[in-house]
């Protein structure tokens, strides 16, 4: 199974960006599983943004990112987003979908499918 990202770029603080992340794979069953978005700033350790489960039921948010992004899925299509709105500097980093068969996980560790990873910058 492949996860690809698209959407990735620079941004201006408090504008928006919507990430993509498509699932490709004969055997992998995409309704299944929950999506995870993570990201990472350099030098730090990959972090939880927001999951989604296979039902669209009670997505969940990192603090930092509440009430600003929102994640979706549309199950036909095989794809996650991630719609980010009033990005922030701190919200520089390399982002990642990942997918798990825990529903709605947090940690990475039971996250098994990583996409390559693409580049947000914010910045003026």
């Known amino acids: 199974v492949q996860l690809v990202e698209s959407g990735g770029g620079l941004v201006q603080p408090g504008g928006s960006l919507r990430l993509s992340c498509a699932a490709a794979?004969?055997?992998?069953?995409?309704?299944?599983?929950?999506m995870g978005w993570f990201r990472q700033a350099p030098g730090e350790e990959r972090d939880f943004v927001s999951a989604i489960s296979w039902s669209d039921e009670s997505p969940r948010y990192a603090n930092s990112v509440k009430g600003r992004f929102t994640i979706s899925r549309d199950n036909t299509r095989n794809t996650v987003f991630l719609q980010m709105n009033d990005q922030k500097p701190e919200g520089t980093a390399d982002y990642y979908c990942?997918?798990?068969?825990?529903?709605?996980?947090?940690?990475?560790?039971?996250?098994?499918?990583w996409g390559q990873g693409l580049q947000v910058a914010v910045s003026s």
């Open positions: 990942a997918a798990s068969t825990y529903t709605l996980a947090t940690s990475k560790e039971v996250y098994d499918t």
């Open positions: 794979g004969r055997d992998f069953d995409f309704s299944i599983h929950t």
